[in-house]
């Protein structure tokens, strides 16, 4: 299955920690905590970006058992299996929502992006595919995570408009081509410390609307209405 592919990006995952590639010293631990949820989620499987998660909470909990533990708990939450299983339905809901959020909050830069023919939204899935560890420096990443546990799903759409609003300065200078290149690629170099970043994504507002429509969203699964995942414990 999709185990396969695992080896392809350990070295690549966090490349410049230089802690899990062949011979980095959590190497073998992160292979073994992507091909343990493989077998757990066998409906999900290994997608890309999936392994800076797994480096996260490796790095954070220090062995490949509570690792894993956490990370099965995170990607069986509703936003993760529709995003890793591409539920067309569900993903295009979240999407909206992120724009709903986003043209409310930034809305010169939104009809620039527009008017690049540039989509916001394909950039926040990039960033979701990987909880924004990809994009992010470690802490700032610890930093949402932190407030994504304790308030839910929503505070992800606020982090993601946030980002924005801290690029927006320079982003309503670029063309097509330089925005892609910096909202596609690591932003630790474009962005302030990480508190000052928290504290823009503290001032996004969610609009009535996606509320609502957050509200509907949260109801649904892939799995039908009802469907859940039991959660792990750590022993």
Not at 142 to 149: I, S
Not at 183 to 198: F, M, N, Q
Request: charged share 20%; aromatic share 10%.
């Amino acid at each position: 299955g999709s185990a396969v592919f695992v080896g392809m990006d350990l070295a690549r995952t966090m490349s410049e920690l230089r802690l899990f590639g062949p011979a980095g010293p959590y190497g073998k631990e992160l292979r073994d905590v992507l091909e343990a949820f493989c077998f757990y989620r066998p409906d999900v499987g290994y997608v890309q970006g999936m392994s800076f998660q797994a480096a996260v909470m490796l790095i954070h909990c220090g062995d490949a058992g509570s690792a894993f533990v956490c990370l099965a708990n995170v990607l069986s939450r509703p936003l993760f299996v529709a995003m890793y299983r591409n539920d067309p339905t569900l993903l295009a809901l979240r999407l909206e929502l992120f724009d709903l959020v986003f043209r409310a909050n930034c809305p010169a830069l939104a009809r620039h992006l527009e008017a690049l023919e540039t989509q916001a939204r394909t950039c926040v899935l990039a960033w979701l595919r990987s909880f924004f560890a990809k994009p992010l420096p470690l802490a700032l990443t610890a930093l949402v995570w932190d407030r994504y546990f304790v308030e839910g799903e929503l505070f992800i759409y606020r982090a993601a408009v946030g980002i924005f609003k801290v690029l927006s300065g320079r982003l309503l200078e670029m063309d097509q081509e330089r925005a892609l290149g910096l909202l596609l690629g690591r932003l630790g170099a474009h962005l302030p410390d990480g508190p000052a970043v928290i504290e823009v994504m503290n001032m996004v507002k969610v609009p009535d609307k996606a509320q609502v429509l957050f509200d509907q969203v949260s109801k649904l699964r892939c799995d039908g209405p009802v469907y859940e995942q039991p959660p792990l414990l750590l022993s």
